[in-house]
T-cell receptor, first 112, second 111 residues
Framework: SQTIHQWPATLVQPVGSPLSLECTVE??????LYWYRQAAGRGLQLLFY??????ISSEVPQNLSASRPQDRQFILSSKKLLLSDSGFYLC???????????FGSGTRLTVV | QKEVEQNSGPLSVPEGAIASLNCTYS??????FFWYRQYSGKSPELIMS????GDKEDGRFTAQLNKASQYVSLLIRDSQPSDSATYLC???????????FGKGTMLLVSP
């Protein structure tokens, strides 16, 4: 069966520090992968998506970046965090085009 | 810009009642529609998908779709306190399989 892993579960980082969040999917190949952010009181915002290795599409201009070094690995990064980067970061994958996402357990990031 | 609108709630219903959650969307080309349930502090969980006009039933849940009116709804019959959560409506575009989410409706089911 397919599973999606995200870590860490929680993170507290100072302003200006770097960030790296990792997401991996098991039990499938060539999935579409997504990074969403859910800020307090706001809806789910699509940040990046990837349809294959090295293929990244950005939805929102910001100080975040994403990479897909392997088929089942998706990484969200920042060189310098801002207070506004705080939120609940969710990785998701989709098996069938047009089907629903399956989300990872999420990373709650607090920038202080 | 694609938009998905939901009432933020909270929607309060007594245990055993029917809860009705509504959603409208702006992209007429959308073909796939989803309902997610999100408990506080947890990630969203897919509970229903619907692709054709009409009703789709799964246990206590019924999703309804009206593409002409750009309207999706979710009915929860025999509501239970464990159904208390935020329900997110999501609409998929016809291009790269990206979902646009509404901000969610909080449902509170009182015993």
């Amino acid at each position: 069966s397919q599973t999606i892993h995200q870590w860490p579960a929680t993170l507290v980082q100072p302003v200006g520090s770097p960030l790296s969040l990792e997401c991996t999917v098991e039990g499938t190949s060539n999935p579409n992968l997504y990074w969403y952010r859910q800020a307090a009181g706001r809806g789910l915002q699509l940040l990046f998506y990837s349809v294959g290795i090295g293929q990244i599409s950005s939805e929102v201009p910001q100080n975040l970046s994403a990479s897909r070094p392997q088929d089942r690995q998706f990484i969200l990064s920042s060189k310098k965090l801002l207070l506004s980067d705080s939120g609940f970061y969710l990785c998701a994958w989709i098996r069938d085009r047009g089907g629903g996402y399956t989300f990872g357990s999420g990373t709650r990031l607090t920038v202080v | 810009q694609k938009e998905v609108e939901q009432n933020s709630g909270p929607l309060s219903v007594p245990e055993g009642a029917i809860a009705s959650l509504n959603c409208t969307y702006s992209d007429r080309g959308s073909q796939s529609f989803f309902w997610y349930r999100q408990y506080s502090g947890k990630s969203p969980e897919l509970i229903m998908s619907i692709y054709s006009n009409g009703d789709k039933e799964d246990g206590r849940f019924t999703a309804q779709l009206n593409k002409a009116s750009q309207y999706v709804s979710l009915l929860i019959r025999d509501s239970q306190p464990s159904d208390s959560a935020t329900y997110l409506c999501a609409v998929m575009d016809s291009g790269y399989s990206t979902l646009t989410f509404g901000k969610g409706t909080m449902l509170l089911v009182s015993p």
